[in-house]
């Protein structure tokens, strides 16, 4: 198509600068180097996690949004969304699960905590030392963040923290946790207190989950029975759980909806190419009119969610998104990303429900992208009370 330019109009802008598509191109490097060829027979254990996290952290790739003063990038949270695309593009994503995604936790540190306890911890995350990992959901707990029972006792210059957390990425080897604990018996936001606990203190218990999707994964429960935590490891205030959770969960939901997109686009490929060699009654699947419209509308509802992200992308860069928007993407692309999952497996036949084939991994993975970081019911919840 060609249609006369106005010769004052605006060039286009691509989403992403110079320096994120580097960084793209250098994740893309070290996913395709260190974790795809591995990937089907990584440990779960904490030396291996821990070991890949050191050579994330040597390629640059952690703790991205740490302020420079910190000794970070000073990034802005666009390149958590490159990671969660581009890692959730990668063939290992199905199976071993969020890995460097929880960076975004770092928010919490740098946005609540003291700058010694920003000095003493973001270098390690840098690094690849620190894993991190966000607690908040309980059994009785996880849409309904208020119903939280963990609680948090002031005693002299400490807090004493005991309850239970559940389903938490990266929980069994983390060495941080930002756990969401209760400092006041009411049922209200500011009852809520962040702290940063240290995961070798006395008193912390963790159990591996095995789960639907992700059989290398690290999603855990982590049981706090007394746990002592310093008063400075308080994050924003007393009360102050719910303000930090709130940014963090926004960009979480930015992060949720690139990793969706990602998968989308990974299993239309691998489905277009399954499609265009299965031989069928004389000719290729691909070849039947049914299969090329059943492709086309994904790829439209892919694009459609591409564009969707990138325009986020241009509004966070300019400072003018909202947690609105990034609940409209985590509902929509999430759900369009479920939709073409389960057209992608179709087309596999049999084979979609092997688990040798990885359609069959990202299926069964990306159906938590509707679930976590809050349901897409919550999203609708969040959209309709900012109208
Ligand atoms: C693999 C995995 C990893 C996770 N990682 C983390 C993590 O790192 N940290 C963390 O803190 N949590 C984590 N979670 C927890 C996740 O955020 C919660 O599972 C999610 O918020 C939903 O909470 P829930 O499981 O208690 O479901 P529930 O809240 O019990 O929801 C059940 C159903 O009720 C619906 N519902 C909720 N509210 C309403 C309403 N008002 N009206 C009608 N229907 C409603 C929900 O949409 C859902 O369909 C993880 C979960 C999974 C599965």
């Known amino acids: 198509m060609t249609i006369d330019v106005h010769p004052d109009a605006p060039a286009y802008q691509p989403a992403f600068t110079e320096d994120e598509d580097a960084f793209r191109e250098l994740l893309r490097d070290f996913l395709d180097r260190e974790v795809e060829p591995v ?50 593009k990668s063939h290992a994503y199905g199976t071993v699960g969020s890995l460097f995604c929880t960076d975004l936790a770092t928010g919490l540190l740098v946005d609540g905590g003291t ?61 941080i946790i930002y756990v969401v604990a209760r400092t006041a018996p009411e049922r209200r936001g500011r009852s ?29 429960e982590l049981y706090f029975d007394d746990v002592v935590v310093p008063a400075g490891h308080l994050l924003g205030g007393e009360g102050g759980a719910m303000r930090l959770l709130m940014g963090a969960l926004a960009y979480d939901r930015l992060q949720i909806s690139a990793r969706a997109l990602g998968q989308a686009e990974l299993a239309f ?3 277009l190419e399954h499609v265009r060699q299965r031989q069928m009654f004389g000719q290729t699947l691909g070849d039947y009119q049914v299969t090329q419209f ?47 999952l389960d057209r992608c497996m179709q087309l596999f036949g049999g084979m979609g429900f092997m688990d040798e084939s990885p359609i069959s991994r990202i299926y069964t993975s990306n159906r938590v992208l509707r679930v976590y970081g809050g349901t897409s019911e919550t999203m609708k919840q969040a959209i309709a009370r900012a109208l």
């Open 39 to 88: 990937y089907a027979t990584l440990a779960t254990d904490s030396e291996t996690r821990h070991a890949l996290f050191r050579k994330a952290g040597d390629a640059g790739l952690l703790g991205t949004t740490v302020p420079e003063e910190y000794g970070g990038m000073g990034a802005t949270p666009i390149f958590n969304m490159i990671i969660s695309h581009e890692l959730a």
């Open 115 to 175: 700058p010694e306890l920003i000095n003493e911890w973001a270098p390690k995350i840098i690094a690849g030392e620190a894993i991190q990992c966000m607690a908040a959901t309980e059994a009785d707990a996880g849409s309904d963040v208020l119903a939280i029972r963990t609680t948090a006792k002031r005693d002299g210059d400490n807090y004493v923290l005991s309850g239970a957390k559940t389903f938490i990425t990266n929980g069994d080897v983390a060495d």
């Open 192 to 220: 809520l207190s962040m702290f940063l606990v240290d995961g070798a203190s006395a008193g912390i218990t963790r159990r591996k989950l095995r789960t639907m999707g992700f059989p290398l994964g690290n999603t855990a």
């Open 269 to 271: 490929q691998l489905t």
């Open 294 to 340: 059943a492709m086309a509308e994904m790829k439209t509802e892919i694009e459609v969610g591409r564009t969707m992200l990138e325009d986020i992308v241009r509004k966070v860069r300019s400072g003018i998104s909202s947690e609105q928007q990034a609940a409209m993407a985590k509902l929509w692309v999430c759900e369009m990303s479920g939709r073409v």
